[in-house]
């Protein structure tokens, strides 16, 4: 590139296409800039037209991406709570499938001793956690089928059972022997000696 072409990109720099326009077909510095009008006007049309080029695609960029945060906003709303029930109710049915296992396998032994087993370690099943992680509760009244110690009790304060309790803590952890204390309310349970076995809140 020629020192001319050089001086003229720079004077177009410093003061703009209107400053090429009205010293075109003069002398600057010197040097005569009639013979580069043609290549400077085609310059500055290409250079013009990239300008723009970028900052549309730039508005454009903006403009998607604020797009998609609004939407990914709006999904998120709309989709965390449902998967939220999602998984409660998924892990609620793996507690139900547990505790029915269980029960099996508490019967079971009792048909073959004639007798409840003592905990759950008898019948292998000490170490099986629920779905939040919390061992499984089991208490064997002992032939006392009136008011046995520790009962799960129905909104009667009625025990549940006539043989034995099992039941998850639920999502808390905690328990309470009423069904009805706040924090039993999402114990999975066994009622009605097997007849039922799911949610506290919906016995």
Do not use: C
Not at 58 to 66: H, K, N, S, V
Request: proline residues 5%.
């Amino acid at each position: 590139m020629s020192s001319t072409f050089l001086t003229v990109v720079v004077f177009i720099s410093h003061y703009g296409a209107s400053g090429w326009s009205r010293f075109r077909g003069s002398h600057v510095i010197g040097i005569e800039l009639a013979p580069f009008w043609g290549l400077m006007t085609s310059f500055l049309v290409q250079h013009a037209s990239i300008t723009r080029s970028r900052r549309k695609a730039a508005g454009f960029t903006l403009i998607e991406m604020l797009a998609v945060m609004v939407l990914i906003g709006v999904l998120t709303g709309i989709v965390t709570p449902r998967l939220e029930n999602i998984l409660v109710t998924v892990k609620v049915t793996q507690a139900i499938a547990d505790i029915t296992v269980i029960q099996l396998d508490v019967l079971a032994y009792s048909a073959t001793n004639d007798s409840l087993p003592p905990d759950l370690a008898t019948i292998g099943r000490s170490a099986m956690l629920d779905p939040w992680g919390n061992p499984y509760q089991y208490l064997n009244y002992g032939g006392n089928t009136k008011n046995p110690k520790g009962a799960r009790k129905d909104r009667s304060l009625h025990p549940l059972n006539s043989d034995f309790d099992l039941y998850s803590t639920g999502a808390d952890g905690q328990s309470a022997p009423p069904i009805t204390a706040s924090s039993s309310q999402d114990d999975i349970i066994r009622a009605n000696d097997g007849g039922y076995v799911g949610l506290a809140r919906n016995y």
